[in-house]
């Protein structure tokens, strides 16, 4: 259950690209919306879910680091680009490191979709009427999806910039992108995914000439909600700073290769 909303994951579809779906069926916490059960007893079984997701997100952030894995969450608002940054990035990086993603939605496999015609591997996650991807999820996307060793993992969540800020993948860095036509007060109003996120990605710089966005503004509010986060302008349509982007990749994975020794 999301802790934020209350809503349940109704159903987990996940397709492999393979030509066949496993359908996976999580019971939703009924009875949150319902007369009869106590805040105490509500509060309980969110501490529960959440312990039990912190669980499976230690198990596999123990599997990415034995197989020298970088692992990113990619977080957002439905739109800001995730996909489209992926594809590029997916194709600009094939001969520096092996790439693969898996792609978390409501509904459809467009995304995965789009991310294998470039070549890399990808599994999409279907969530159902769920607003956000749990390490549950991804732990059982794992099982279709054969990593090369040193591989960098990009999971893109599910649209939304509520819901997965709370819910640990177990990824080395949430990633939150954030486009110029949404407005530079995403960040304060939206602070828990902003203070969770170690980078963040201004996407659709090509039309700042169009668009009302104050860059030095929206950074400002981004610091106020957490002063530690680095901070990328780039286009995912152009190409325009995605270098920094990369080196950004470059530099956590050579952080996560020294901490594993
Ligand atoms: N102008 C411009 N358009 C972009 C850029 N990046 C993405 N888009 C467009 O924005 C729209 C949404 O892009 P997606 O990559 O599908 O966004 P998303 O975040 O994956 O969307 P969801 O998966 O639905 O949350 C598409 O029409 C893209 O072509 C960019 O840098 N500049
Ligand atoms: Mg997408």
Known sequence: MCTTCGCGQAEVVIDHGHGHDHGHHHGP???THEAGVS???IIEIE?????RNDAVAAHNRAHFTATGTLALNLVSSPGSGKTTLLARTA???SDRMPVAVIEGDQQTSLDAERIRATGARAVQINTGKGCHLDADMVHRALHGLVLAPGATLFIENVGNLVCPAGFDLGEAAKVVILSV???????IKYPDM????????INKADLLPYVPFDVA?????ARQVNPQ???????????????????WIEALRAERAALAG
């Not at 036509?181 to 960040?187: F, I, V």
């Not at 902003?194 to 990605?201: I, P």
Request: hydrophobic share 45%; with cysteine; charged share 20%.
């Open 217 to 221: 503004q929206c950074i400002a509010y």
């Open 181 to 187: 036509t949404e407005g530079e007060d995403k960040p």
């Open 39 to 41: 805040a105490t007893r």
């Open 194 to 201: 902003f203070a969770a996120a170690r980078l963040m990605l």
């Open 91 to 93: 194709t600009d990086l």
């Open 47 to 51: 501490e529960n879910i959440l312990a």
């Open 29 to 31: 916490l009924g009875g």
């Open 229 to 247: 986060i680095g901070v990328l302008t780039v286009s995912a349509l152009t190409g325009e700073g995605l270098e920094g982007w990369y080196r």
